[in-house]
């Protein structure tokens, strides 16, 4: 067993001793409440902090009402948050843990901003995010945003914090004075270099340092690279790095990217691997004799353990594994990493649920409880039921997991030959390993805690009967969508699952059917294995959008494999060598084809809904038998039908 040694050990910064190298590193919630700090936000962070890690970072706190995101941002600009403020540092405290508080100012980046005509930013120059240019600051303001970051940071210690952290990375404010993409001004705080342009940056730290003396931790998150055209790169910012360390910066937190930077790289996909930004952070780590924090979809404590054993980081972050599994860190000491519950990096509940669905917070895909603390039940149930849960896919295991966990008597029936669902298909495809993972994590866990699944098992409407349950939670999943076309059945027409399974080797000349999800990655698979792929999609354009990052890179993968795309476009027959489709009215024929992938999605699969009606056995629909989505609304209905039995 290791001993993770390194990644265990204390460090001092500043004065402030952290119990060992392990970050939790600032991510929006969206939980806070009017700008102050709500009973959401204090029992999320206990949730958190108990992890372990000895560092905790809070979400972005605003400075300055001029950079808010909206009315769930934390403020810090005031006294009147300084009860709640206070209360957020007492439960990180309560943990054993250092806490510190980011200090933020969304600048242009703030479409909450932007929507009322306020936001401001260096220059008047639109982000690639939001395409609506900000105002420019005028030097009154960039002074008086300058002094209220260290009017925020003495509130922070007011409030109990151990130190405070400048957000100097992503494309907000600071990070737009120093970019040359947003910063164009020809006052003092701009200029052609980098160097000129880094005057804002250092001011800030001053402000903050003025403020709370020497004898506080002063943290910034920089991004070591912009990861966007004509952005700058870590060789640039190597030369400002001790006037950063001389204005007071007592450690350096280095990220990547910007708002627009192509793949999401900020909240990296799983196409990039674990520690993928090391070779940036080791400059950043040789050019400094502060502390420095690595980030880069690290999941693997042995692996952080072995990044600070060489030297490339004095401190390594775990963002979204903190919110997939906040006892990481205590498993990983125990020896007990199988039970890791490692993140898959699909960023359905941590980043684009709250991007993407207004008035929604903080969730994670794989572990219902993040961002649900205050309605999350401990258990156990006061009522014993026996319960059966009809299928073995992600809502089932889900649900079979938690009903077990609250004290039920739990059986869990799946009518294929292993359970997973259509989760196990989906890991087949490339870049999507760790959805099986996890999948496998979860078997063992249901399996663990003592529930039998009984595969090879169908229920009927008698085996209800005969057995009555008390409650039923039905998550039989997806049935695949097979359309009536002539030709479907010539023996060259297969569908995605048995392309993905194996069950049938890839052809040479591959026309795919649907340009869904299932379509565009089983198109990735064939491209993988050598086919000339054809793709068609009745659709105007793919349902797969290129903002989630996976999107981005299916996207450019396939393009980059020459596929055909064939948009607002209908098959209308399958014949030996060829398909014929509809395309703006008229009928095309499209060869050679020597194989059909039928990839045209999947329906709810709820046939026993009416013998749990007519039986009156209490019951609930989750997951795809309810709406065919994604993994996140799987879990949640799974463990909310448990919460609630």
Known sequence: MKTLNHLLSPITINGMTVPNRAVMPPMGTNLGIDNHVSEANLAYMKHMAGSGAGLIITEITCVHPSGLSGPSHIGMWDDKFLPGLTKWAGVIHDQGVKAIAQLHHTGRESAYMLQKGEAVGPSAIPSKVFRVPPREMSLELIHEVIAAFGQAALRARKAGFDGVEIHGAHGYLVAQFLSALSNQRQDEYGGNTLQQRTRFMIEVLESVRKNVGNDYPVLIRISTDEY?????????????????????????????????????????????????????????????????IGVGRFTDPNLADEVIAKGQADLVAFG???????????????????????????????????????GTSIRCAINPRTGQELSYPRGPASKKKTVWIIGAGPAGLTAAYEAKRLGHSVRLFEKAEKPGGNLYYASLAPNKQVYGNWMNWLIAQVAKCGVEIKTNTCVTPDMLKQNTPDAVILATGGEKIVPKIPGMDLPHVCDAWQILDGTEASGKNVAVIGGGLIGMETADFLRDKGASITLVEMLPRSPVGRMAAHGYFLHQRLRDGQCRFCFDTRLEAIENGAIRVISQEKTETLSPVDQVVIAVGMKPRDELKKALVDQVIPHVIVGDARQVRRIIEATEEGARAAWEL
């Open 320 to 358: 979204r594994q903190q919110l997939a599994d906040p006892d990481y860190l205590k498993k990983a000491a125990q020896g007990r990493t199988e039970d890791i519950r490692e993140c898959i990096a699909c960023n359905q509940g941590c980043i684009e649920r709250l991007m993407l669905e207004p």
């Open 228 to 292: 966007i055209q004509d952005g700058y790169q870590v060789e640039d910012l190597l030369p400002i790095l001790p006037e950063l360390v001389k204005a007071g910066a007592d450690c350096i937190h280095a990220s990547i990217g910007t708002h627009g930077s192509p793949g999401g790289i900020t909240s990296a996909a799983a196409e990039y691997e674990s520690g993928f930004n090391l070779p940036s952070i080791a400059k950043i780590k040789k050019a400094v004799n502060i502390p420095v």
